[in-house]
């Protein structure tokens, strides 16, 4: 029979023709695949489409669809809100005077949230009252308490609030969301929505009817707005390996919660970044390059609805849905108010998805921090290195229109870029 060394020889060797054949096998079913590059992409578009589009929850009945959350509906384009002013045991309030700050606030001023809003959804959102088009305020009313009542807050200013304007023609019906603010309060936060959470919250209050507000301010709501049309915070990521040096992921990562500093669903009152708006159905499938082979890509400033390219999303070997997303900022509309620190490249984000509906998009840091630089800025010059995915993202030279992206799947290490 044979001998211990003779039966190694004959396992190893049937390894070797199991991994041999692997390859082989592999091999022909890319070879299969090649002829069909186009349907490849269109696969990849229809994933990228599907992966962004929302399950309306059971729980969800207050809400009718959201319409702009299906790419490729007709918009109605217009969402009704109602502003209920509580005011607070003991303070002192003139109606009229905060009914106005409040308009010009959120619907009718150069910075409302509408505008905002207007901005963001290259004109397909908008906001207004159901009575009138400059938006419907309500309030004040006086109530016997004089803080935010804890994690009750929800279920104790809701109903008071609703029966206290009901007086005055409101019915929760008319609207698709409410904002009620409150005067006076000694409440931790600037504003609240039900789905407020921090990652993996409850997913069953995605969409958030009811939305607090404790400061008069147009960004304040846009945020809290943000969580009512279903969005999480725009969050950051930054990794380093164990040379301290910046790579796409390792396991020594550190997340913050609000890091977008672009984006009004992180630290700021920039415009959403493109990952919310391609979700919101505010970017079309005709405005993302889907990138899945080496070349020189172009991308067009994300605030203006005339660019013709407003997001890169790059592919990665064996993930069908793309793993990278390019935007280009300019100071333009929102964007002006931002720091000018960053407008000096391109950015990268990436994304989370929780349940079946919950997408967190993650600022990527990119480039090693100096002084006077910003980590999640790829700036002329600079390449971001996936070396996990063989794919490298360079950017090339940058305009005021455009910017020029190099993008490089190695061989050794793409099934995607093969020819
Ligand atoms: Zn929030």
Known sequence: MFDRKQIIGIILMIILLSVVSFVIYKN?????????????????????????????????????PISALYPGFSLNGTKKLAVIMINLKNQSADSATDQELMRQAIFTGENSTNAFYKENSYGLLELRGYYSKEGDIYGYYNVPYNNCIGSDIFKIYIPLAETLAKADGYSPEL?????????????????????????????????????????????????????????????????????????PTSNNCKIDEYGDSFDVMGYSKGNLNSIQKIRLGWIFPSEITIINSSGDYVINSLELQSSIIKTLAISVPMQETPKYYVEYRRPIGFDAKLDKNLFGGITIRTFEQFGSTQIVPRLIGVANKTKENNPYILRPGQTFEDDTNGVSITLVSMNNNSANVEVTYKKSNSLLNKK
């Open 28 to 64: 022909l079913n890319l070879f299969d695949t090649k002829t069909n590059t186009i349907s490849k992409v269109d696969t990849t578009l229809s994933k990228l489409n599907k992966s962004y589009n929302y399950t309306k929850d059971s729980s969800d009945v207050s809400h009718k």
């Open 175 to 247: 609207y698709d969301y409410i904002i009620l603010y409150l005067k006076g309060s000694n409440c931790k936060f600037k504003g609240d929505a039900m789905n407020d959470l921090p990652v993996g919250g409850n997913l069953s209050n995605l969409f958030s009817k009811y939305m607090f507000a404790t400061t008069i301010d147009s960004f304040v709501v846009a945020h809290e707005l943000g969580h009512g049309l279903g969005l999480s915070h725009s969050q950051s990521i930054i990794c380093v390996n164990s040379e301290n040096i910046l790579v």
